[in-house]
């Protein structure tokens, strides 16, 4: 029982934590960012299995938290208020070459990284060349060049 | 034959066709920053000694008759905190006594010095012990979370202790 009592918990903290930290967090987009995720997993570790390194432990736990994603995912099916808060929404940064300077903000994505988006996927070099750049809900920067 | 469900995705009027929700951006975004303060607020409170594990808030200190006692304030689930006594020169031997309640969330560790004598019973645990140094203290491990209140008695005097332990 103790198993899925800590798996559950810890499992929505987290979500909730990650959610509600920003996007930015989630696409990895710096050495810190990544640091940050790997010491994270690290720490809920100890949270997760407390003394018990049972196999069954692990397996009663690893089980647990996959059910949790499958309720989450059938879950968000029947309600579109917990998909939007679980996944978030595209946000528009450029539309048609011009900036939307409340979406960077609120979003913490400066000009540097839409650029670094853009010479990425399309080779672009300037900002004139962007017509639409779209923070993704996955928290990376999805680029559409002009024709 | 089945027919997909349908899903629309609506078409902005600058020819982008995605599901934005600029209206719920805006209300998630101010939950973030709400969330930030939160967490900031969490991380002071750490270090404080709010959320067990030691901080300037962490002990509380409580007169019971001559002796006095200092427990965490805070304690954390199968964390072990100390319970240190200070107790005056005399008697030589000093009798202590931790109520029923302490054994509901705590277990008794390591306790230093080794006690004289140890009972324990319906009516809790019972104690006798040398402090020459005049401090001792005791190891104690939350087994459960939430309000603990106990009694703790010193040769004859007592008062109620609480601790709040987190999960």
Do not use: C
């Amino acid at each position: 029982m103790e198993s899925v009592l800590r798996g559950v918990p810890v499992y929505l903290i987290l979500l909730v934590i990650l959610r509600l930290s920003g996007r930015r967090t989630l696409a990895q987009s710096t050495p810190f960012d990544f640091v940050l995720l790997l010491i994270v997993a690290e720490t809920t570790q100890q949270a997760l299995l407390g003394d018990d390194f049972s196999v069954t432990n692990a397996v009663v736990l690893i089980v647990t938290l996959f059910a949790m994603d499958i309720a989450m995912s059938l879950l968000k099916k029947r309600s579109g208020r917990l998909a939007r808060f679980m996944d978030g929404t595209p946000s528009v940064l450029i539309a048609q070459g011009v900036p939307d300077w409340e979406a960077m903000g609120r979003a913490r994505v400066d000009l540097a990284d839409i650029l670094s988006a853009a010479r990425t996927a399309h080779g672009l070099r300037r900002l004139d060349e962007i017509d639409f750049a779209v923070l993704e809900q996955s928290g990376g920067i999805s680029i559409i060049p002009k024709a | 034959m089945q027919t997909a469900p349908r899903q629309t995705v609506p078409l902005r009027p600058d020819g982008l066709q995605l599901d934005e929700r600029r209206d719920w951006q805006r209300r998630h975004w101010r939950a973030e920053r709400i969330a930030w303060a939160g967490f900031g607020a969490l991380v002071l409170a750490a270090l404080l000694g709010l959320t067990g594990a030691g901080g300037p808030l962490a002990s509380a200190r409580i007169g019971i008759g001559p002796a006095e006692a200092a427990m965490p304030r805070v304690g954390r689930l199968q964390r072990a905190g100390l319970l240190t006594l200070r107790l005056p020169a005399e008697p030589a031997l000093h009798e202590i006594r931790l109520g029923p309640g302490f054994t509901d969330h705590y277990t008794l560790g390591t306790l230093h010095p080794r006690p004289r004598h140890e009972a324990t019973g319906p009516g809790g645990t019972r104690l006798v012990v040398a402090a020459p140094g005049g401090e001792v203290r005791f190891q104690v491990r939350p087994h459960r979370p939430g309000l603990a209140r106990f009694t703790l008695g010193i040769d004859g005097h007592a008062a109620r202790l609480g601790a709040l332990v987190l999960p």
